[in-house]
């Protein structure tokens, strides 16, 4: 492994500068289009305006006064953008224009949308069997069958046998956030079963997101995270400081706190939560392996459960299978800050070895197990943690109406086999070196504070941080460029979907050419 100068020649970073500032009359004569319209947020008319333009008026303004969005005003939301269809990389919105999709639906399209073999699963399970049905006293073929696919995955199993040597059992739940919940729930009630009932606090670190459910949300940075003003109500929970960056010495404060917290209050903890190497939407922040590793050793020496949150990271989106299976060969950022960067480069492309892996005590999975087609969500645990629920005949209290879903079930058992026989991780590295490409111009920009680049997502982090109208002019310009971003705080982020064949490096250039031209751009007075 060597540090090395991500330092590209100036004529060819020049040229590339050159083609981001340009701007094409057909962008521009959009923009002037629909003008009128965002004054009003009501962003685009009908493909066909002269055979019905009020109806899709109709449909924005319903929206406006009655559909709640996330993260927005209920009283004066931020622009929205019908969209009429979405195939491939590309969303099509309601006036035609045709978008990419540099988000993959938060995390959730890794194959893009419209894939043959996803939409046959659907159509097949719902016309060969069921819907639905309940999961309480009942079984079918899909759940199980994803239950040791995921079980066959997550134990790093080559082969078709089942002989899981660490995860072993499955809890399949509607969301990510639900899964959280079920995680948290899991060690709560395997300490009180083992009559340790004051182990009852999580530890989580700084600038966390764990989803929006009230436990889940009290193990989210209570300062500077999304749920703040929520802190009199939540659940008290231990912290530690996030690492300072990505390398290896930059987790030496986290470690430092983690064991001083474990070694001071571990009667009184019940499981550490982590979101492993990349924390989402706390801030897009990449950090070494080696924290994982040393993190798991505190919590053996001081009898804690170790959870990991692998809901958005889950199913190669970092260039592993899952994060937390990132180690001193595969792990390897990219980052420009103001002028200096830096890249761990390592010589040879090692495999994973199951020794290497750093295993939790419990997994959450969601977003990607179904490929973005439908709400899911997997807890996944031990032997250990199983048996010590139902000890002494105890049950595991938790049963959600729509728990594992047949047609969900199906579409991601169909998700994880066209994962596993693709070659994803081929796509995902090229999708990295297609990211530091065309998003490293941005760092040249006074805004921009540093660019950061690991597997298949590239991150802009600004200086300062967006308030409403800055989010809502850069949302706008970005779809007149033809690109679905969504920014949020001091961050404009990508994470396209890897795994689609028609993905293509012209896609990629032409996302980072939207970020540095909408970053680069003043607001007009």
């Given at each position: 492994?060597?540090i090395r100068s991500a330092y590209r020649g100036g004529r060819r970073l020049?040229?590339?500068?050159?083609?981001?500032?340009?701007?094409?009359?057909?962008?521009?004569?959009?923009?002037?289009?629909?003008?009128?319209?965002?004054?009003?947020?009501?962003?685009?008319?009908?493909?066909?305006?002269?055979?019905?333009?009020?109806?899709?008026?109709?449909?924005?303004?319903?929206?406006?006064?009655?559909?709640?969005?996330?993260?927005?005003?209920?009283?004066?939301?931020?622009?929205?953008?019908?969209?009429?269809?979405?195939?491939?990389?590309?969303?099509?919105?309601?006036?035609?224009?045709?978008?990419?999709?540099?988000?993959?639906?938060?995390?959730?399209?890794?194959?893009?949308?419209?894939?043959?073999?996803?939409?046959?699963?659907?159509?097949?399970?719902?016309?060969?069997?069921?819907?639905?049905?309940?999961?309480?006293?009942?079984?079918?073929?899909?759940?199980v069958q994803l239950t040791t696919k995921l079980l066959q995955l997550a134990?790093?199993?080559?082969?078709?046998?089942?002989?899981?040597?660490?995860?072993?059992?499955?809890?399949?739940?509607?969301?990510?956030?639900?899964?959280?919940?079920?995680?948290?729930?899991?060690?709560?009630?395997?300490?009180?079963?083992?009559?340790?009932?004051?182990?009852?606090?999580?530890?989580?670190?700084?600038?966390?997101?764990?989803?929006?459910?009230?436990?889940?949300?009290?193990?989210?940075?209570?300062?500077?995270?999304?749920?703040?003003?929520?802190?009199?109500?939540?659940?008290?929970?231990?912290?530690?400081?996030?690492?300072?960056?990505?390398?290896?010495?930059?987790?030496?404060?986290?470690?430092?706190?983690?064991?001083?917290?474990?070694?001071?209050?571990?009667?009184?903890?019940?499981?550490?939560?982590?979101?492993?190497?990349?924390?989402?939407?706390?801030?897009?922040?990449?950090?070494?392996?080696?924290?994982?590793?040393?993190?798991?050793?505190?919590?053996?020496?001081?009898?804690?459960?170790?959870?990991?949150?692998?809901?958005?990271?889950?199913?190669?989106?970092?260039?592993?299978?899952?994060?937390?299976?990132?180690?001193?060969?595969?792990?390897?950022?990219?980052?420009?800050?103001?002028?200096?960067?830096?890249?761990?480069?390592?010589?040879?492309?090692?495999?994973?070895?199951?020794?290497?892996?750093?295993?939790?005590?419990?997994?959450?999975?969601?977003?990607?197990?179904?490929?973005?087609?439908?709400?899911?969500?997997?807890?996944?645990?031990?032997?250990?943690?199983?048996?010590?629920?139902?000890?002494?005949?105890?049950?595991?209290?938790?049963?959600?109406t729509f728990m594992a879903n047949p047609l969900a079930c199906s579409v991601?058992?169909?998700?994880?086999?066209?994962?596993?026989?693709?070659?994803?991780?081929?796509?995902?590295?090229?999708?990295?070196?297609?990211?530091?490409?065309?998003?490293?111009?941005?760092?040249?920009?006074?805004?921009?504070?540093?660019?950061?680049?690991?597997?298949?997502?590239?991150?802009?982090?600004?200086?300062?941080?967006?308030?409403?109208?800055?989010?809502?002019?850069?949302?706008?310009?970005?779809?007149?460029?033809?690109?679905?971003?969504?920014?949020?705080?001091?961050?404009?982020?990508?994470?396209?979907?890897?795994?689609?064949?028609?993905?293509?490096?012209?896609?990629?250039?032409?996302?980072?050419?939207?970020?540095?031209?909408?970053?680069?751009?003043?607001?007009?007075?």
């Amino acid at each position: 492994m060597m540090i090395r100068s991500a330092y590209r020649g100036g004529r060819r970073l020049a040229h590339v500068l050159s083609r981001c500032h340009r701007s094409s009359s057909t962008a521009a004569a959009a923009a002037s289009s629909t003008s009128a319209a965002s004054d009003k947020n009501i962003i685009c008319t009908c493909e066909c305006p002269e055979s019905c333009p009020q109806q899709c008026h109709n449909l924005l303004d319903t929206d406006r006064q009655h559909v709640i969005h996330p993260y927005t005003s209920m009283t004066d939301p931020l622009p929205t953008f019908p969209v009429q269809s979405a195939k491939g990389v590309h969303l099509k919105l309601n006036d035609g224009r045709k978008l990419i999709d540099g988000m993959s639906s938060w995390w959730a399209a890794v194959h893009g949308y419209r894939n043959p073999v996803l939409d046959n699963a659907l159509k097949e399970q719902i016309e060969s069997s069921m819907s639905h049905v309940m999961f309480g006293g009942l079984t079918h073929k899909p759940a199980v069958q994803l239950t040791t696919k995921l079980l066959q995955l997550a134990n790093n199993i080559q082969d078709d046998s089942e002989d899981y040597h660490h995860f072993t059992k499955v809890f399949f739940s509607d969301a990510g956030s639900v899964s959280v919940e079920v995680a948290m729930k899991m060690a709560l009630q395997y300490w009180f079963t083992l009559e340790q009932p004051s182990k009852t606090k999580f530890v989580s670190l700084r600038n966390g997101y764990h989803g929006d459910t009230l436990g889940a949300m009290s193990i989210c940075d209570p300062v500077n995270g999304m749920h703040s003003m929520f802190s009199g109500v939540l659940a008290k929970q231990l912290f530690v400081s996030t690492p300072t960056g990505g390398m290896e010495e930059d987790g030496v404060q986290t470690i430092t706190e983690m064991k001083q917290l474990l070694e001071e209050h571990h009667e009184e903890i019940a499981a550490v939560v982590m979101e492993p190497i990349v924390q989402g939407a706390g801030g897009m922040r990449f950090y070494h392996p080696s924290v994982l590793r040393k993190v798991r050793e505190l919590c053996d020496e001081y009898n804690v459960l170790l959870i990991f949150d692998e809901i958005a990271t889950g199913f190669g989106r970092t260039g592993t299978m899952f994060a937390s299976w990132q180690n001193e060969s595969t792990y390897q950022p990219w980052y420009l800050t103001e002028g200096s960067s830096f890249s761990i480069i390592n010589s040879e492309d090692k495999k994973i070895s199951t020794n290497e892996i750093v295993n939790a005590d419990i997994l959450c999975l969601g977003k990607a197990l179904t490929g973005g087609y439908m709400t899911l969500g997997a807890t996944l645990t031990t032997d250990k943690v199983a048996h010590g629920i139902s000890h002494n005949g105890g049950v595991f209290m938790h049963g959600p109406t729509f728990m594992a879903n047949p047609l969900a079930c199906s579409v991601s058992l169909a998700s994880m086999g066209l994962l596993t026989s693709s070659p994803w991780e081929e796509r995902v590295r090229n999708v990295e070196n297609a990211l530091i490409e065309h998003i490293s111009p941005l760092s040249e920009l006074d805004s921009v504070r540093e660019v950061r680049v690991l597997g298949a997502i590239g991150v802009c982090e600004l200086k300062e941080g967006l308030d409403r109208d800055g989010m809502a002019r850069i949302q706008r310009a970005l779809v007149e460029e033809g690109v679905w971003l969504r920014p949020f705080g001091k961050l404009l982020y990508t994470m396209p979907p890897f795994n689609c064949d028609e993905l293509e490096d012209d896609h990629i250039k032409k996302i980072g050419e939207a970020m540095y031209k909408v970053v680069s751009s003043k607001p007009k007075a």
